[in-house]
Nanobody, 115 residues
Framework: QVQLVESGGGLVHAGGSLRLSCAASGTSFMFNAMGWFRQAPGKPRELVAGITVGGSTTYADSVKGRFTISRDNAERTMYLQMNSLKPEDTAVYYC?????????WGQGTQVTVSS
């Protein structure tokens, strides 16, 4: 049973930066493509960045050039470096497998960007 714990969110001004972390338990992390998702109030959850086991990355157009996803398979940890944050990046951020998430979702970490 995989468990995912997100951390690193907070309140920042527009233009600021945050680094999110995702700590995974179990061995599933090492064998799966993973991603960072986010959900803003009243909106569906969306995938913003993905990374394969080998480290290939993909990004949603809305974050391309500003966010960087990375992973450390040995430490079962994944990161999301977020730069040049915008108010529209405000959301709860989650990590999970992609493209098909595990049924388990962590509690997420709140990111709030003020204008």
């Amino acid at each position: 049973q995989v468990q995912l714990v997100e951390s690193g969110g907070g309140l920042v001004h527009a233009g600021g930066s945050l680094r999110l972390s995702c700590a995974a338990s179990g061995t599933s992390f090492m064998f799966n493509a993973m991603g960072w998702f986010r959900q803003a109030p009243g909106k569906p959850r969306e995938l913003v960045a993905g990374i394969t086991v080998g480290g290939s990355t993909t990004y949603a157009d809305s974050v391309k050039g500003r966010f960087t996803i990375s992973r450390d398979n040995a430490e079962r940890t994944m990161y999301l470096q977020m730069n040049s944050l915008k108010p529209e990046d405000t959301a709860v951020y989650y990590c999970n497998r992609q493209p098909t998430p595990f049924s388990y979702w962590g509690q997420g970490t709140q990111v709030t960007v003020s204008s």
